[in-house]
Nanobody, 124 residues
């Protein structure tokens, strides 16, 4: 299985931007579709964005469409999430995820590998 390590979280004011990165190791990165999930205190983990194995297709949760962009670099074994126009409701722990296909990596129970998470806090 692939091992995932996130970085790039932090504290930002509303309207600001952050870029999260996830480094993968231990397996062939291009074998996996990749995604990002988030979990706010007291809430279930929710899907944010997904990208296909070679980056040709992406999909997003409605709440982040037009503000967040997922990308991947298979040569560097990394996947990133560019977050713009951040809102206080984006505050959560963000998790990198790997799965067998883009459609499956949108479903938490179908994810095969998780990162440890990185905290994003957006102040109003």
């Amino acid at each position: 299985q692939v091992q995932l390590v996130e970085s790039g979280g932090g504290l930002v004011q509303a309207g600001g931007s952050l870029r999260l990165s996830c480094a993968a190791s231990g397996s062939t990165f291009s074998s996996y579709a990749m995604g990002w999930f988030r979990q706010a205190p007291g809430k279930e983990r929710e899907f944010v964005a997904a990208i296909s194995r070679f980056g040709r297709s992406t999909n997003y949760a409605e709440s982040v469409k037009g503000r967040f962009t997922i990308s991947r670099d298979n040569a560097k074994n990394t996947v990133s999430l560019q977050m713009n126009s951040l809102k206080p409701e984006d505050t959560a722990v963000y998790y990198c995820a790997a799965g067998p296909s883009r459609s499956e990596v949108t479903i938490a129970t179908a994810v095969t590998s998780w990162g440890q998470g990185t905290q994003v806090t957006v102040s109003s």
